[in-house]
Protein backbone atom coordinates (compact mmCIF):
# COMPACT_ATOMS: atom_id res chain seq x y z
CA UNK A 1 0.00 0.00 0.00
CA UNK A 2 1.25 3.53 -1.24
CA UNK A 3 0.93 6.81 0.43
CA UNK A 4 -0.48 9.61 -1.12
CA UNK A 5 0.28 13.31 0.00
CA UNK A 6 -1.70 16.20 -2.29
CA UNK A 7 -1.00 19.86 -2.48
CA UNK A 8 -0.69 23.25 -3.89
CA UNK A 9 -4.24 24.11 -3.96
CA UNK A 10 -5.61 27.52 -3.11
CA UNK A 11 -8.04 30.20 -4.02
CA UNK A 12 -7.31 32.20 -7.18
CA UNK A 13 -9.02 34.13 -9.63
CA UNK A 14 -10.77 33.26 -12.37
CA UNK A 15 -7.95 32.97 -15.09
CA UNK A 16 -5.73 32.07 -13.31
CA UNK A 17 -3.28 28.98 -12.71
CA UNK A 18 -2.55 26.54 -10.09
CA UNK A 19 0.15 23.70 -9.87
CA UNK A 20 -0.88 20.59 -7.44
CA UNK A 21 1.61 18.01 -6.28
CA UNK A 22 1.04 14.84 -5.39
CA UNK A 23 4.14 12.73 -3.13
CA UNK A 24 3.51 9.41 -3.17
CA UNK A 25 5.53 7.33 -0.73
CA UNK A 26 7.49 3.37 -1.12
CA UNK A 27 9.90 2.63 -4.05
CA UNK A 28 7.45 1.34 -6.73
CA UNK A 29 5.79 4.62 -7.81
CA UNK A 30 7.03 3.76 -11.64
CA UNK A 31 4.46 0.54 -11.18
CA UNK A 32 1.79 3.02 -10.51
CA UNK A 33 -0.33 4.49 -13.08
CA UNK A 34 -1.24 7.87 -11.37
CA UNK A 35 -4.68 9.87 -11.68
CA UNK A 36 -6.05 12.92 -10.44
CA UNK A 37 -10.07 13.48 -10.00
CA UNK A 38 -12.15 15.72 -8.46
CA UNK A 39 -15.04 16.02 -6.44
CA UNK A 40 -17.15 19.18 -6.06
CA UNK A 41 -19.93 19.71 -3.02
CA UNK A 42 -22.72 17.58 -4.02
CA UNK A 43 -21.55 15.73 -7.15
CA UNK A 44 -19.87 12.84 -7.68
CA UNK A 45 -15.90 12.17 -7.91
CA UNK A 46 -14.67 12.92 -11.57
CA UNK A 47 -11.99 12.16 -13.53
CA UNK A 48 -9.56 14.85 -14.57
CA UNK A 49 -6.13 13.41 -15.82
CA UNK A 50 -4.26 10.15 -15.93
CA UNK A 51 -0.93 9.34 -16.69
CA UNK A 52 0.79 6.02 -17.77
CA UNK A 53 3.80 4.58 -15.57
CA UNK A 54 6.52 5.47 -17.75
CA UNK A 55 4.69 9.39 -18.15
CA UNK A 56 4.47 8.71 -22.22
CA UNK A 57 1.06 8.10 -22.14
CA UNK A 58 -1.54 11.19 -20.67
CA UNK A 59 -5.26 11.54 -20.71
CA UNK A 60 -7.84 14.09 -20.12
CA UNK A 61 -11.39 14.72 -19.55
CA UNK A 62 -12.83 17.03 -21.86
CA UNK A 63 -13.22 20.03 -19.47
CA UNK A 64 -9.20 19.82 -18.74
CA UNK A 65 -8.22 19.55 -22.37
CA UNK A 66 -6.45 21.93 -23.41
CA UNK A 67 -6.35 23.58 -20.31
CA UNK A 68 -4.35 20.92 -17.32
CA UNK A 69 -1.20 19.14 -18.06
CA UNK A 70 -0.57 16.08 -16.13
CA UNK A 71 3.14 14.75 -15.25
CA UNK A 72 5.59 12.51 -13.29
CA UNK A 73 8.38 12.63 -12.23
CA UNK A 74 9.62 9.14 -10.96
CA UNK A 75 13.18 10.39 -10.11
CA UNK A 76 10.96 12.03 -7.11
CA UNK A 77 7.71 9.94 -6.62
CA UNK A 78 5.40 12.87 -7.61
CA UNK A 79 2.24 13.44 -9.82
CA UNK A 80 1.55 16.97 -11.11
CA UNK A 81 -1.50 18.28 -12.67
CA UNK A 82 -0.61 22.12 -14.17
CA UNK A 83 -3.96 23.88 -14.22
CA UNK A 84 -4.49 27.04 -16.24
CA UNK A 85 -6.72 29.65 -17.45
CA UNK A 86 -8.86 28.37 -14.36
CA UNK A 87 -12.62 29.10 -14.15
CA UNK A 88 -15.43 28.70 -11.25
CA UNK A 89 -16.37 25.78 -12.30
CA UNK A 90 -13.44 23.85 -11.22
CA UNK A 91 -13.59 24.28 -8.23
CA UNK A 92 -13.34 21.26 -5.94
CA UNK A 93 -11.06 19.03 -4.41
CA UNK A 94 -8.76 17.06 -6.05
CA UNK A 95 -7.39 14.07 -5.16
CA UNK A 96 -5.02 12.06 -6.43
CA UNK A 97 -5.10 8.39 -7.13
CA UNK A 98 -2.54 4.83 -8.31
CA UNK A 99 -3.62 2.21 -9.75
CA UNK A 100 -1.33 -1.19 -10.41
CA UNK A 101 -3.79 -1.65 -13.62
CA UNK A 102 -3.42 1.36 -15.94
CA UNK A 103 -5.45 4.63 -16.31
CA UNK A 104 -9.01 4.61 -15.77
CA UNK A 105 -11.13 6.72 -16.11
CA UNK A 106 -13.48 5.40 -13.10
CA UNK A 107 -12.73 6.24 -9.32
CA UNK A 108 -13.31 2.20 -8.38
CA UNK A 109 -10.41 1.38 -10.66
CA UNK A 110 -7.67 3.36 -8.14
CA UNK A 111 -6.94 1.27 -5.01
CA UNK A 112 -4.89 4.00 -2.91
CA UNK A 113 -5.52 7.88 -2.72
CA UNK A 114 -4.70 11.01 -0.98
CA UNK A 115 -6.65 13.46 1.24
CA UNK A 116 -7.44 15.65 -1.33
CA UNK A 117 -6.41 19.33 -1.61
CA UNK A 118 -9.18 22.43 -1.96
CA UNK A 119 -9.05 24.61 -5.19
CA UNK A 120 -11.51 27.44 -5.17
CA UNK A 121 -11.68 29.80 -8.47
CA UNK A 122 -13.04 33.28 -7.57
CA UNK A 123 -15.27 34.64 -10.66
Known amino acids: QVQLVESGGGLVQAGGSLRLSCAVS????????MAWFRQAPGKERDFVAG????????SYSDSAKGRFTISRDNAKNTVFLQMNNLVPADTAVYYC????????????????WGQGTQVTVSS
Open 51 to 58: ITRSGAGT
Open 97 to 112: AASWTGVARAPGGYAS
Open 26 to 33: GRTFSSYA
